[in-house]
């Protein structure tokens, strides 16, 4: 081997121990199957699964295999969703069930994703973590032998003793927040260390994001109630309408807490193009926490819930209770409530059902229920033609009713909607033509039904009703937090630069001080040969430039450029 193929050999090797530990990302290296019997295998499997290129490869599964619960109606989040796309699709519908496409999120092969991407994070990021603090606790490497060979390099000659430049350059490098220190003939400076901090926050914060989001399936609940104004509300199982929870949620893990709906208010564009469009939706309750707290009035608005530790009270939907009065034929009262009727669109045209269940006897004294299908417009205007508002504000409330008796089917055992009317066992009340009994009635109307079967009344009074989502995800303050570290840790892994600088002072043949300076980064960058130059520029000013042996004595120095050996 020659000379110059010796020399460059020992440049490498040099090079190589300067940048070395500029990061704490595992080499990845093309391994081959082991044949060292199980263990060796275990170690073997281990080594991929631990490296980055799996880890990718496992958040792009998961990813993938998240697709499908958003195309797919799930069972744990609308199960009227997912029985209806069974009905509709006979084929495909068995072929889901096998795969668990109904319920990917709690699948056996969306689980085992999660669980090895969990793993292979872990495995990741703890033998990095103790290479980062090896790497603070210990120091920067020292110069290499030569530093003309760096990509950032310059040099200039000084009347400066060796020590002084050294001590100048040491300095200098810790003031510009440089972990330094002499090493040698040279100062050992390094910088940059929040890029491999902001590296490893970003991916421990992927761990307490997959912690957080699987605590939140596990745990959460999450249930609507409906609300006339003037109900109350304890958060107990049974005053929910409708409820959901995780795999492993308790009843006893409900917050204690309790609220009263005193009033709701909506208010709406009166003209322009905006005409009926929501202004505000406010909620004005009084609550309190546990069984015996003080009682605190707030007002919950749209996207601004009502926050008691872990649960959230949202405002979802609203709608209209017209107070109705039911009566038998010898005028006794047998029904009066305000009954929620359901938004069929913008301008709150909505629709429901009376149920009138206990307490009634038609004229014969026949025990029997009634049914009334109720239809009802906040603003209704006779000009339009059709029986639909014209505006979501109680300007010209209408009701519209058509009844019916017999039996509603509520002691069946089956469970049946509250706004909807069972009228397989119920006949319809006729008027004198032979007609379907119905009636328009303003507010103060009654309907007379025939026979002296009764009345129903359109009272006066028109309240209105709240929807209210009181949501409890205890792992959503942990994973909002691990979002933000996410964010910050990523970048700063992409924006801080992990950078270090070498200052050699030596005294020259003919007693002159030569000064080399040198920078070397992960990868080509500007901002190296610039702050090399900063450096340099200032270090200079400090150790003036001598003249070469060649140059005349009246010459002025020349400054250093940056990135250039001189």
Same mark, same amino acid.
């Given at each position: ?40 295998? !275990? ?10 290129? !799996? ?12 697709? &499908? ?13 997912? =029985?209806?796309?069974?009905?509709? #699709?006979?084929?495909?519908? &068995? ?7 109904? #319920?990917?999120?709690?699948? !056996?092969?969306?689980? *085992? ?26 120091? $920067? ?11 950032? +390099? ?26 330094? #220190? ?36 596990? +745990? ?44 709701? =208010? ?20 009084? +609550? ?16 601004? $819930? ?14 209209? *209770? ?25 301008? !709150? ?10 307490? +009634? ?53 089956? $469970? ?8 397989? #066992? ?42 209210? =989502? ?12 691990? *979002? ?44 190296? &040969? ?15 430039? *001598? ?9 002025? $120095? ?9």
């Amino acid at each position: 081997m020659s000379t110059t193929e010796t020399d460059k050999s020992q440049d490498q090797e040099d090079l190589g121990a300067a940048g070395s530990q500029l990061s704490t990302a595992p080499q990845e290296e093309i391994s081959t199957p082991p044949s060292l019997g199980v263990i060796g295998w !275990v170690r073997w499997f281990w080594r991929q699964l631990t490296s980055m290129r !799996v880890a990718l490869l496992l958040l792009l599964l998961l990813s993938l295999a998240a697709i &499908p619960g958003s195309l797919i109606p799930q069972t744990g989040a609308d199960a009227g969703k997912a =029985e209806d796309f069974r009905a509709a #699709h006979k084929t495909l519908a &068995p072929v889901y069930d096998k795969l668990g496409l109904f #319920h990917v999120y709690s699948s !056996v092969w969306f689980s *085992a994703i999660y669980i090895l991407l969990f793993v292979s994070l872990i495995g990741c990021i703890v033998p990095r973590t103790w290479q980062f603090v090896g790497q603070l606790r210990g120091r $920067p490497p020292g110069a290499p032998k030569r530093l003309t060979r760096l990509p950032a +390099y310059t040099t200039w000659r000084t009347q400066a003793d060796p020590e002084q430049v050294r001590e100048a350059a040491l300095a200098l490098l810790k003031k510009r927040r440089f972990r330094a #220190h002499l090493a040698g003939d040279a100062v050992a400076a390094e910088k940059g260390y929040l890029r491999e901090l902001g590296n490893l926050v970003f991916h421990i914060a992927l761990i307490v994001l997959l912690v957080a989001f699987a605590t939140g399936q596990l +745990y959460k609940s999450d249930g609507t109630k409906l609300m006339v104004e003037g109900d109350g509300f304890s958060n107990a199982l049974p005053m929910y309408d409708d409820f959901k929870s995780g795999s492993l949620f308790q009843n006893d893990d409900l917050v204690p807490f309790s609220f009263d709906l005193k009033d709701f =208010e909506g208010t709406y564009e009166l003209t322009g193009p905006n005409k009926g469009t929501p202004r505000t939706f406010e909620a004005r309750i009084r +609550y309190s926490e546990g069984a015996y707290g003080k009682g605190r009035t707030t007002t919950v608005k749209v996207n601004e $819930p009502l926050k008691i530790d872990d649960a959230k009270v949202y405002l979802v939907s609203h709608g209209y *209770a017209p107070v109705v009065t039911v009566r038998d034929g010898k005028g006794r009262v047998v029904y009066q409530d305000a009954v929620p009727l359901l938004p069929l669109d913008g301008n !709150v045209t909505s629709n429901g059902v009376v149920k009138v269940m206990d307490g +009634y006897r038609d004229a014969k004294g026949k025990k029997e229920q009634l049914g009334f299908q109720a239809f009802f417009v906040p603003t209704f205007d006779a000009r339009s033609g059709t029986m639909l508002s014209q505006f979501p504000a109680l300007l010209n409330p209408l009701l519209a009713v058509n009844a019916y008796h017999g039996d509603l089917g509520v002691n069946s055992g089956i $469970p049946q909607s509250v706004y909807q009317l069972d009228k397989s #066992h119920m006949k319809a009340f006729k008027d004198g033509k032979g007609q379907l009994l119905k009636k328009l009635l303003k507010p103060g109307d009654t309907l007379t039904l025939p026979n002296g079967a009764g009345s129903i009344t359109f009272e006066k009074d028109v309240k209105e009703w709240a929807g209210f =989502e009181i949501v409890q995800e205890p792992g959503s303050g942990w994973a909002l937090g691990g *979002a933000l570290a996410a964010i910050f840790g990523l970048a700063a892994s992409l924006f801080i630069q992990r950078r270090r600088v070498w200052v050699r002072a030596v005294r020259g043949a003919d007693g002159v001080t030569v000064v080399e300076m040198a920078g070397l980064g992960r990868s080509e960058s500007a901002k190296v &040969p610039e702050e090399l130059g900063d450096l340099a520029g200032i270090l200079y000013d400090q150790a003036p430039g *001598a003249p070469d042996p060649d140059d005349d004595a009246s010459e002025s $120095p020349v400054v250093p450029a940056e990135g250039a050996e001189k």
